[in-house]
């Protein structure tokens, strides 16, 4: 990355990255590695120092959100998590009415590891819950029950610690629509401020996408999982807990600040192995093996792998792609301060046509998806490209 002497006036926020996990879930292609024999006290050390470096080279004012994500962050330990959480507040200035979330393992959190986060100002926790079934936990590799889910929902009743947001995964193989009309219901008994819900993905490189490849592993019905997502929408609707984005649900005021940095296409710093940052006009990825994250950093150098400068149209199409994933969809006058030109004008011919076909709506300031565009989000983002072939 260049490097830069100014400020952002932008807000921008940071996700770090933690590659360590104590179980490889078949489904995950996030950067990750099993924890045991790891050097995990050098890594948080690189952590820091590639904040640091990265700071001077793009110095903000202020930090808006910090995710910390994984991997598993809590299968560090207590002491380790304190060195990291108090050197991330030393060099990332942060406001502590902010948004400061950690991803956790139900099962995994023990009341000294959420004392020091607390410690250090996290306010968040993100959980990965995937399902309620025992049999396609197992299934799918999870190594937690949901016996853990619940022990651990009490644990943090009894901390006060209330503001949590648990991730299902819907379309798993062999999930039936029973099965998830089950795991919907128990979610929203829970009463969280936050719900996550995505359909299951086949990544390369995977054991899922090796099993169906090799014909051993069957996936959902296309419209069983069409069914779960509108199931999904009407269940939360019904609960108060409205959708502000494709797959995110809250109640009110309790969206996720650090995701809606993704979908409003802001700033963003990415730290650790294999993280993405947004800053400026630049999108840049860093070495995702731990070993090829650590060299450069021992030697004072950030481990960027590669950057890509965006042009005006990549920017635009990106702000339409991400912009549309949210409910409110795109601001017409955000838009306009943003490159210069009427939204309507950049798209003059794709947005009448997809208004036609129903997929689209405009509002007096917004763009947004219709409840058919959201079902085939991705069909309607394709219609934004600006350089088709």
């Given at each position: 990355m260049k490097k830069s002497n100014t400020a952002f006036d932008n807000k921008v926020s940071a996700y770090i990255h933690i590659p360590f996990c104590e179980h490889i879930c078949y489904y995950c292609d996030f950067n990750k590695v099993f924890l045991e024999g790891q050097p995990v006290d050098e890594y948080i050390q690189a952590l820091l120092t590639e904040i640091r470096l990265t700071k001077e080279q793009y110095p903000s004012k202020d930090t808006e959100t910090i995710y910390i994500g994984g991997g598993t962050p809590t299968s560090l330990s207590a002491k380790q998590l304190a060195v990291l959480l108090k050197g991330v507040r030393e060099l990332l200035p942060f406001d502590d009415t902010h948004e400061f979330t950690v991803e956790a393992n139900p099962g995994d959190l023990t009341q000294e590891k959420l004392r020091v986060m607390k410690e250090f100002g996290v306010n968040r926790l993100s959980m990965g819950v995937q399902t309620f079934d025992d049999r396609l936990l197992k299934k799918i590799g999870r190594k937690h029950t949901a016996a853990d889910v619940y022990d651990t929902m009490k644990f943090l009743e009894k901390e006060q610690f209330s503001n949590v947001s648990i991730d299902l995964i819907y379309a798993l193989p062999g999930q039936t629509l029973a099965d998830f009309r089950d795991t919907l219901k128990r979610a929203i008994e829970l009463d969280l401020p936050h719900y996550s819900l995505y359909s299951l993905i086949l990544e390369n490189k995977t054991l899922f996408m090796n099993l169906v490849r090799q014909g051993r592993l069957e996936l959902s019905?296309?419209?069983?999982?069409?069914?779960?997502?509108?199931?999904?929408?009407?269940?939360?609707?019904?609960?108060?807990?409205?959708?502000?984005?494709?797959?995110?649900?809250?109640?009110?005021?309790?969206?996720?600040?650090?995701?809606?940095?993704?979908?409003?296409?802001?700033?963003?710093?990415?730290?650790?192995?294999?993280?993405?940052?947004?800053?400026?006009?630049?999108?840049?990825?860093?070495?995702?093996?731990?070993?090829?994250?650590?060299?450069?950093?021992?030697?004072?150098?950030?481990?960027?792998?590669?950057?890509?400068?965006?042009?005006?149209?990549n920017q635009i199409e990106e702000e339409m792609f991400l912009g549309l994933r949210k409910k409110a969809g795109v601001s017409k006058a955000k838009f306009a301060a943003k490159f210069g030109r009427p939204l309507t004008e950049v798209y003059q011919e794709t947005i009448p046509d997809l208004i036609q076909k129903g997929l689209l709506i405009e509002n007096e300031e917004t763009f947004q998806l219709s409840e058919k565009g959201l079902f085939v989000g991705n069909d309607v983002f394709e219609a934004f490209l600006l350089d088709k072939e």
């Open positions: 019905d296309q419209e069983i999982e069409a069914q779960m997502f509108e199931e999904t929408i009407t269940a939360m609707e019904k609960a108060g807990r409205h959708q502000y984005e494709v797959s995110n649900f809250s109640l009110k005021g309790m969206e996720s600040q650090h995701n809606l940095v993704y979908w409003d296409n802001a700033h963003y710093y990415g730290f650790g192995a294999g993280a993405s940052g947004y800053l400026g006009h630049t999108r840049y990825r860093n070495h995702g093996p731990i070993q090829h994250y650590l060299n450069p950093l021992r030697k004072g150098q950030l481990p960027t792998l590669e950057t890509e400068s965006l042009t005006l149209n």
